[in-house]
Every structure is written in structure tokens, then in C-alpha cells.
């Protein structure tokens, strides 16, 4: 704040002819994964950007832009803050800019502009405290994906004020899925005719491959052998993104500008967060999708348009600008003054045919981007360039390159030997920039006191449950969570994901029920592949007080679960078996140490004093029983004892399932597929030896069941103890039916009874859980009870035929 004020001081004391009546209205758009060498404003061969090129026509072009990372966080940072990533310290996980950094929105709000917040990401820790004013349709507008832009501009931009808009479009990012209408624009040039049998082979070779990259957020080395023939099919389904990124996204943004009015008067910037590599060096993505800490020219160059007032048309400028110059050349043209942190300069020298001393760009990315693992931390990339000369180097390896940018743009010769002198210089040159670049950070951690907490009662997470699985529409398009405690700071330790998508770390919060969101569906079924999440909590300065750990999934926002890619089983079959054998182990390390609980709670005198009772209420109840029919009763007592271990079992279940998972660990996802799976081949086997073939339509129809299972266990619940509703009340409905027709035939009646009376006792099951502790009543669950009662009476009635 203290910056802010001195800056608003020096604003005062030297403010230009530019008044707030004449200051032109601010647009910048960031676009993630953002290449310039695929544009038309940038020499591109393809259309795939017929409205960002008219926009660039307006305006000007700088060609050799770049930004300061790899990743989209310190990118982003360095565009809103005008520092390097070292500086602002935004490059990992957890990490927020410090208060004190001025920043673009801080900047321009404190000269009258409005800056509402229609950024997705804000609620984040490291896009915290960017200076945005609240907007209050944000919660409405921000599930509908780009549609709150349109929004507030349509609804909003009329006032007198002129405003600021900072967006950063996310849907270029992988998996490049842009659809069949823009796809069918570039592949056929890839593959050759639809028509031509080499084409078709060409394509059948070609189809796992490009359905990972269709599906995939994650593709690290190794995942998929990729070809040199196979970079033409990756920039067409690139260029189809782009291409889908220009008509729905920019053609939409020039209607509403031109509808609004407000095209003459509004300041366009068009950039990016960072590039993307497309085989050029055998991989797909960038550094937070492959885990690897890289800065190759085609993660490092960015597009940079400015168009709108102040900038002459039609301009082309070659010399190498940095992203940090965005701000101050921003602040330049609507007559405001550099705040005293940016790093970066102006660039309306360069439009204006002024010439600019040449500095030195430096970059630096973390291993692994935003999923980086602890260990990945400390693993830098850095480099820096110097005329045409780019000097890479890698921490802690001490592994240098050196490029001739001029004679070698694609960075395939390393000159570090022949040039030792150059590279020399070079590298003291960027160990002075990283000695220098101080960084400005709070961290999540320094700057909060510990709170002081009433009591020693350890933190209980209380929502959402151990085993929940949230849903898009289910959950408003928003993950809150709730624990116990007071409503302070709390520091929430996450482990999340498998394999590729794995991510451990810690962050802070200054609430006891924090939510995240809404968001748009594209960016909610990103989140769902990094399913399962674990989280535990306690206040900042009391790990004594953990709560235990809590595992939830997310599940896709419609039918997408279903459409499971071939590549993606391949990616999975690999570790099945592996995980099987896991879970068997666990199973068997959890009934030892259920078998130790009941021998520690339930003494052997306590066991045969319940069971003696038992007999003996059995023995006085028997004769009073008997006239209702020995098979009658059995039924019954095989129900009333069924129901009585699903209640009894239920205050004491989230204790097995966490035994379990400490034993199996994430391999007991599997258990509740396995269990189902299981039961359901053991019913088509009883049914196939009752039919022998005497028929087609019992097996078609055992078929269709199996369809119905499938779809459940999918879809109703990505995490297994929710599955395990679908054998339990199956189960259920089964023994209530047996126990209405124990002694006479069954009616089609009986059916529906036995099927009300299944979800009554649901209805018991979830009231239950309701009455208990930190439990609730979830009517999902009532219907995925009956769903699963439905099952099992069909089941049943198809193994059994009429002697149901």
C-alpha cells in the first residue's frame, strides 16, 4: 500500500494532458498456450485468424515479443506487474504477489478507471491481491465460460468511468479437442484426401496418438512415441484451436465492441502467458504439461498487438521486446506514469520510429510448472538473450547451452564450446540479473501470525466426506469445503492426482469454509483429471491440531465420463495389475487389523455372552414364529439381520474405508468396480448355466444390465465407496423381495413393493447419517439406492427365472 501511495502522489504531481474524459477504455487478452508463428498477422500460411489479424491491422505487431517463463503464472505475473519472474516470485504453487507491488488494475484504478474482476482465476493463491474491484454478476457470468466478457461489456461499459478488462482465454490449452468443424479445416491437408487409401492408413496409424492429444492435459516423455511425420497432424489440431480461438472468441469480442460502440475508444492488447511446442523438439505442450524445465524459442515467444488509440495502423517492429513492457507502454499511452517497481519500458518510442537502447532479456521456469513437485522446486531453468546470442542454462546440473538465434532460430546446435569467450560473459551477465532480482513474494505462509485457538480438539474437515464425489451441476459449479474451528487461518496440506497428474503441497487460508469457483465447465473437467483430492487442515501455527485426511473426486460436468479414448486405457491397463495386487494386500492388512479392533473393543467373554443371549431370545421367539412358516421366517431374518449390519456398520465405515486406504492407498478405487464386477459375472454365469443357449433374449438383456452397471460405476462415483451402493442395495432389494413371496409365487407387484420398501430403508440409511456427527443426508444417494435396487431385481429375476 505504501508503494501505491507514493505512486498516486507522484501521479498527482505530474499528470499530463490526458484527462479522464478523453483516456481511452483498456481490453487486454491474454490467450494460454499462445504461438505467433501460427497467425496471419505473423506470416502464417493457414487462416486461422482472420479477426485477430483485422485487429492487428489496426494497430501494431511486434514479432520478436517475448514473455519471461514457461508457464502460465509467472507470464501472466510479469504482464499485470511489469517484473521478471524472479522478481514478483510468483513461480510456484501457494506463492501471491507481494501487496506492495503496483500493479496494471492497481495502477489504473487509482486514476479513475474501473477494473472489475472477471479473471477466472482469481481465486487462487497466486493470482491474489492483483488489485481487481468486485464484480457483482461474477458469480453468475463466470460458469458460462467467455460469456462474462461479452457480459460486462454489454452491461456495464456505459458508464462514464472508462474501464479496465484484463481476460486470459484458456481453451487453447491442451487437450486440443476444438472439434470436428475446425479440425476437418487442417487434417485433411495433414493426412492427404479422406479418399486416398494412403491417407487412410496414414490416419489408422495415427489414431491412438491423436487421441491422447485430443484428451490429454498431461504428456509428459514417454507417454507417446511420437514420429517426425507426426508434428503435421499436431500443428493441424493446434491450428484448429486457434482457428475455433478466432470465431467464437475474438469474431464474438469485434461484434460486441462494434454493437457497444465502444471499438473507437477501446485499447486493445493481444498476448499471451507463453508458447507452445509442437514437436519441434520431441514433445507436445509446455513445461507444465510435460514436467520438464525448458525455454526453447517456442515456449518463449509470444504474440504482442496493441491496436486502438494512440497507435498508428499497420506497423510491423522486428526488435526483441519482453512482456514486461506491456504495462508502462499501457500506462504511457492512456497519460499515466511508470510506477516506481516495473522492470519493464514503454514501447511507444519503437511505433513512434524512435529508437530504444538494446537490453539484455532474461527468462527463468521452474522443472515442472504448476504441478511441480516439491523436489522440482529447486530445479531451474534460466537463460538469457543478448543480440542474436541466447545462453540456457540448468540448476542445480550446471548443464550450459549456447544459440545463435540469427543462424539457428530452432536451437539445434549448441555453440557453448566453440564460443567459450561469448558464453562466458553471457553467464555472468545473468548471474548478475539473478543476484539483482530481489524477489517481492508472500509466500502463503510469512506474513500470517498464528491465529490463537480456543482448545485442543483437533480440526475435523466437514465437508466435503471422505469418499464424496462432487458434480458439476450438484455443487453449483464451485468446490467449497468446511471444517470445525474458528473462522481463521488455516494452512491446507493437498495431495492430489496419480501418475502424470500428481500434485503434493500445502496453501493457506484465511477461512474455515473456503470455496473455489464457479467455473466454466472446460475448466472444471481439466480439475477432474487431477481426481482424487486429499486434503487435510489445522490453524496456521498448530499442526498438533490436523484433521484427519478427507478424499473426494470430481466428476465431468455432463456425459464425458463415459467416452473413455482407447489410448487412455492402454495408459491405465499397464498399472491395473499392479494396483489389483495393491488392493489385495491392503484388503488382507485390513482384516487383520479389524480382527486386532474387535479383540481389543470385544472381549471373548462379551462375544459368547451376545451370542448365548441371541440363542436364547431365538429359543423363547422360535414358538411363536413357527405357525408363520419356517421359510417365511428365515427370509425375514435374513433381511431384518442384513439391514441391521448396513445400519450398525454405518457410524464405524469411514473408520474401515481410511484403515483401508492407508493399507491399499489409491488402489482402492478399485475395490467397489472389482466387488460389482464381480457379482455381476457370477449372475451371468448362474444365468447362463439355466438357459444353455435355449435362447437369445436372456443374454441380450444380460447384456443391456451389464450397459446399465457400466454407466454406473461410472458415473456415479468416481471414487469406489460410493459403488459399493450399487451390490449393497442391490443386495437389499433382493432379500426384501424374497422375504415378501418367501412362501407363494411372485407377482409383478411384489416387485414395486420390495423396490419402496428398498428406498424406506434407504430413506433409514441416509437419516442416519443425518443424526451422526459430521455426517449428512444426501438425497443422491437415496436415488443411486433405488437405482441400485432396480438392478439387482432385474438381476435376479434373469438369473432366476420364475422360480424368483
Known amino acids: 500500500m505504501t508503494k501505491l501511495v507514493s505512486w498516486l502522489l507522484a501521479f498527482?504531481?505530474?499528470?499530463?494532458?490526458?484527462?479522464?474524459?478523453?483516456?481511452?477504455?483498456?481490453?487486454?487478452?491474454?490467450?494460454?498456450?499462445?504461438?505467433?508463428?501460427?497467425?496471419?498477422?505473423?506470416?502464417?500460411?493457414?487462416?486461422?485468424?482472420?479477426?485477430?489479424?483485422?485487429?492487428?491491422?489496426?494497430?501494431?505487431?511486434?514479432?520478436?515479443?517475448?514473455?519471461?517463463?514457461?508457464?502460465?503464472?509467472?507470464?501472466?505475473?510479469?504482464?499485470?506487474?511489469?517484473?521478471?519472474?524472479?522478481?514478483?516470485?510468483v513461480d510456484i504453487r501457494g506463492?501471491?504477489?507481494?501487496?506492495?507491488?503496483?500493479?496494471?488494475?492497481?495502477?489504473?484504478?487509482?486514476?479513475?478507471?474501473?477494473?472489475?474482476?472477471?479473471?477466472?482465476?482469481?481465486d487462487i493463491p497466486n493470482f491474489h491481491s492483483l488489485g481487481f474491484e468486485p464484480y457483482a454478476k461474477r458469480q453468475e457470468y463466470i460458469r458460462q465460460g467467455d460469456e462474462i466478457l461479452f457480459r460486462w461489456l454489454q452491461e456495464e461499459a456505459d458508464a462514464e468511468a472508462p474501464f479496465f478488462l484484463y481476460y486470459h482465454y484458456r481453451d487453447l490449452h491442451q487437450p486440443y479437442d476444438a472439434g470436428e468443424n475446425f479440425r476437418s479445416l487442417y487434417l485433411d491437408e495433414a493426412f492427404g484426401s479422406k479418399y486416398n487409401p494412403v491417407s487412410w492408413a496414414r490416419r489408422f496409424l495415427a489414431f491412438e496418438k491423436m487421441t491422447l492429444v485430443k484428451r490429454e492435459v498431461m504428456l509428459p516423455r514417454g507417454i507417446i512415441d511420437f514420429a517426425p511425420w507426426d508434428r503435421s497432424w499436431v500443428n493441424a489440431l493446434y491450428d484448429a484451436q486457434i482457428r475455433r480461438l478466432d470465431e467464437e472468441f475474438f469474431g464474438r469480442l469485434r461484434q460486441v465492441l462494434r454493437e457497444t460502440g465502444l471499438v473507437d475508444n477501446t485499447l486493445i492488447v493481444i498476448s499471451a502467458d507463453h508458447g507452445e511446442e509442437l514437436l519441434e523438439h520431441g514433445l507436445v505442450g509446455h513445461v507444465s504439461t510435460y514436467k520438464e524445465g525448458r525455454l526453447v524459442e517456442e515456449l518463449v515467444r509470444i504474440p504482442l498487438i496493441f491496436a486502438g488509440p494512440g497507435i498508428e495502423p499497420g506497423q510491423r517492429i522486428d526488435e526483441r521486446v519482453q512482456v514486461i513492457d506491456a504495462m508502462p507502454t499501457i500506462l504511457d499511452l492512456v497519460g499515466v506514469p511508470a510506477a516506481e517497481t516495473m522492470q519493464g519500458r514503454s514501447l511507444l518510442p519503437l511505433t513512434r520510429g524512435q529508437e530504444r537502447p538494446s537490453l539484455p532479456l532474461f527468462f527463468e521456469t521452474s522443472a515442472g510448472g504448476y504441478p511441480a513437485s516439491i523436489e522440482d522446486y529447486s530445479r531451474r531453468t534460466r537463460a538469457v538473450i543478448a543480440g542474436d546470442w541466447k545462453l540456457v542454462t540448468h540448476v542445480p546440473s550446471g548443464e550450459t547451452e549456447l544459440f545463435d538465434l540469427a543462424m539457428d532460430p530452432l536451437e539445434d546446435e549448441d555453440e557453448y564450446d566453440n564460443r567459450s569467450a561469448l558464453a562466458g560473459s553471457l553467464k555472468t551477465l545473468l548471474d548478475d540479473w539473478i543476484l539483482n532480482s530481489e524477489p517481492l513474494i508472500a509466500d502463503g505462509v510469512a506474513g500470517i501470525s498464528a491465529p490463537v485457538v480456543q482448545g485442543d480438539s483437533p480440526t475435523v474437515i466437514e465437508f466435503p466426506v471422505d469418499g464424496d464425489t462432487l458434480r458439476y451441476l450438484g455443487t453449483d459449479q464451485t468446490v467449497r469445503l468446511r471444517w470445525t474451528g474458528e473462522n481463521t487461518s488455516y494452512r491446507v496440506l493437498y495431495e492430489v492426482g496419480e501418475g502424470v497428474y500428481h500434485l503434493k503441497g500445502e496453501m493457506s487460508v484465511d477461512s474455515n469454509t473456503p470455496s473455489y469457483g464457479p467455473f466454466h465447465a472446460s475448466f472444471w473437467n481439466s480439475v477432474v483429471l487431477y481426481s482424487p483430492f486429499t486434503v487435510r487442515v489445522h490453524p496456521v501455527g498448530r499442526p498438533d491440531l490436523i484433521s484427519a485426511p478427507v478424499t473426494f473426486s470430481l466428476a465431468p460436468s455432463d456425459g464425458s465420463a463415459l467416452a473413455i479414448a482407447p489410448g487412455q486405457i492402454l495408459m491405465s491397463i499397464s498399472v491395473f495389475g499392479r494396483e489389483v495386487l495393491t488392493l489385495a494386500a491392503g484388503c488382507v492388512l485390513g482384516l487383520v487389523d479389524l480382527s486386532i479392533w474387535l479383540s481389543e473393543n470385544l472381549s471373548a467373554a462379551d462375544a459368547t455372552a451376545w451370542a448365548l443371549l441371541l440363542a436364547i431370545a431365538g429359543a423363547l421367539a422360535w414358538p411363536r414364529l413357527q405357525p408363520l412358516g419356517e421359510r417365511r421366517v428365515k427370509a425375514w431374518l435374513w433381511l431384518l439381520g442384513y439391514i441391521g449390519i448396513v445400519y450398525a456398520t454405518i457410524p464405524i465405515f469411514p473408520k474401515l474405508w481410511h484403515g483401508l486406504r492407508i493399507h491399499a492407498g489409491d488402489s482402492v478405487r478399485h475395490l467397489g468396480t472389482i466387488v460389482v464386477v464381480a457379482f455381476v459375472v457370477w449372475a451371468i454365469w448362474r444365468l447362463h448355466r439355466r438357459v444353455s443357449f435355449r435362447s437369445p433374449v436372456p443374454y441380450l438383456l444380460s447384456v443391456l444390465l451389464m450397459a446399465a452397471y457400466t454407466v454406473l460405476l461410472i458415473r456415479f462415483g468416481q471414487f469406489p465407496a460410493e459403488r459399493l451402493h450399487l451390490l449393497e442395495y442391490g443386495m437389499m432389494a433382493v432379500l426384501v423381495h424374497r422375504a415378501l413371496t418367501a412362501d407363494r409365487d411372485s407377482r409383478l407387484a411384489d416387485h414395486g413393493l420390495a423396490l419402496g420398501l428398498t428406498i424406506l430403508i434407504g430413506f433409514g440409511d441416509e437419516t442416519i447419517l443425518w443424526i451422526l456427527p459430521q455426517r449428512f443426508f444426501e438425497l443422491k444417494d437415496v436415488g443411486l439406492n433405488a437405482v441400485s435396487g432396480i438392478l439387482g431385481l432385474a438381476l435376479a429375476r434373469l438369473v432366476a427365472g420364475e422360480r424368483m
Do not use: C, E
Not at 504531481?13 to 494460454?32: C, E, F
Not at 492497481?106 to 478507471?113: K, M, T
Open 95 to 122: 506463492k501471491s504477489v507481494h501487496p506492495n507491488v503496483v500493479t496494471l488494475p492497481d495502477a489504473l484504478r487509482g486514476v479513475g478507471y474501473r477494473a472489475p474482476d472477471v479473471f477466472f482465476l482469481t
Open 12 to 89: 498527482t504531481l505530474s499528470a499530463g494532458a490526458v484527462t479522464a474524459d478523453t483516456r481511452p477504455n483498456v481490453l487486454v487478452i491474454t490467450v494460454d498456450t499462445f504461438r505467433p508463428d501460427h497467425l496471419g498477422a505473423y506470416g502464417y500460411d493457414r487462416q486461422t485468424s482472420p479477426h485477430i489479424d483485422s485487429i492487428a491491422a489496426r494497430g501494431v505487431v511486434f514479432r520478436k515479443a517475448y514473455t519471461t517463463s514457461a508457464w502460465t503464472t509467472p507470464g501472466l505475473m510479469s504482464l499485470l506487474t511489469s517484473l521478471d519472474a524472479p522478481t514478483h516470485g
